[in-house]
């Protein structure tokens, strides 16, 4: 029976380093991307209303630099 319970607690364990590694790597990084793409298009949209600013390639740099500045904000540097 002491061996049957040790191989739970190994499964369990490799259980939660996987879930726990499926978090950090995947769901966590989707999420903050979801929402710096939500608010980066906010403040884009903000700021051509504010500036009349058309939809140039220059112009989309605005909408970069703040889906970029908040990716290094919460720790996602690419």
């Not at 790597?25 to 980066?40: H, M």
């Amino acid at each position: 029976m002491g061996k049957f319970k040790q191989y739970w607690i190994i499964i369990i364990l490799a259980l939660l380093v996987l879930g726990a590694s499926f978090y950090w790597y995947q769901w966590r990084p989707s999420q903050i991307r979801k929402e710096c793409a939500q608010t980066s298009e906010d403040k884009w949209n903000e700021k051509k209303d504010a500036f009349e600013i058309d939809n140039t390639e220059n112009a989309r740099g605005y909408y970069d630099f703040y889906y970029y500045s908040c990716l290094h904000k919460k720790g996602l540097s690419e």
